[in-house]
């Protein structure tokens, strides 16, 4: 059973910054993709930001230049450095890991979230 703990979320105060982690735990063959994704009340999930395996990144237009994520391959663990925060950006943060089990099936795991909320 593979298993995404995040931890790193709060309350902020706008222009402030937070750092996000998320480490994988289980047994697993590789883990390839891993992702934050967000979900503000009364609205859909939605990309925050996705990395490989092999680092490349990508992320949402309203992110770009103020997140940056990053990953340790060695520590199975996916950061999400926030920056230059908004209140726009209150939301549950959820992790996503795209793993291939030793049977080569690939799967796809959230965790339970972590609250960011922006506020004066």
């Known amino acids: 059973q593979v298993q995404l703990v995040e931890s790193g979320g709060g309350l902020v105060q706008p222009g402030g910054s937070l750092r996000l982690s998320c480490v994988a735990s289980?047994?697993?063959?590789?883990?390839?993709?891993m992702g934050w994704y967000r979900q503000a009340p009364g609205k859909g999930r939605e990309l925050v930001a996705t990395?490989?395996?092999?680092?490349?990144?990508n992320y949402a237009d309203s992110v770009k230049g103020r997140f940056t994520i990053s990953r340790d391959n060695a520590k199975n663990t996916v950061y999400l450095q926030m920056n230059s925060l908004k209140p726009e950006d209150t939301a549950v943060y959820y992790c996503?890991?795209?793993?291939?089990?030793?049977?080569?099936?690939?799967?796809?795991?959230w965790g339970q979230g972590t609250q960011v909320t922006v506020s004066s």
């Open positions: 996503n890991a795209q793993i291939t089990s030793y049977d080569r099936i690939w799967y796809d795991y």
């Open positions: 990395i490989t395996s092999g680092l490349n990144t």
């Open positions: 289980g047994s697993f063959f590789r883990i390839n993709a």
